[in-house]
C-alpha cells in the first residue's frame, strides 16, 4: 500500500519499505559497539548507544566516583569493579545490539 515519496524518488514507497528505511537509519552496530567499548568502555558510553541507558548511568557514575576516591587509594577498588564489568561487556556487546534493534523493529511494525 503506498504511502508516500521521499525526496528524490518516482514513484510511491510501500510502508514496509518506509519502515526498513527507518530500521536503517536507527538500528545499531556491534562494531561502533565494540569500538566505544574499547575505547571508552570504563565510562559505560558503550551502553548509552546501546541503549542500556540505566546501566550506563550507573557505570558511568562509578567511574567518576573511583577517579575521585583514588586521591584516598579507595578509587582503585571501583576501577577493578569497573575493569571486571569492561571485560564481561566485551562478550555482552553483540546481545545489546541485537536486544535494541528487535525493539526497534517492534516500534517500527504497524
Known sequence: MPTRLPPG???P????ALAMMR??????????GYLLWFFL????IHRFYLGATGSGI???LV???????????????GYLVLGL???VDGLLIPR???????????????
Open 63 to 77: 567511574f567518576l566516583a573511583s577517579t575521585l576516591l583514588t586521591v584516598v587509594a579507595v578509587g582503585f577498588l
Open 96 to 110: 545489546l545490539a541485537e536486544r535494541y534493534n528487535t525493539r526497534l523493529i517492534q516500534t517500527l511494525q504497524v
Open 41 to 44: 568502555g570504563f565510562a559505560g
Open 23 to 32: 530500521y536503517d537509519a536507527a538500528k545499531k552496530s556491534a562494531l561502533v
Open 13 to 16: 514507497v510501500s510502508a514496509d
Open 85 to 87: 564489568w569492561w571485560l
Open 9 to 11: 524518488s518516482t514513484g
Open 58 to 60: 550507573l557505570m558511568l
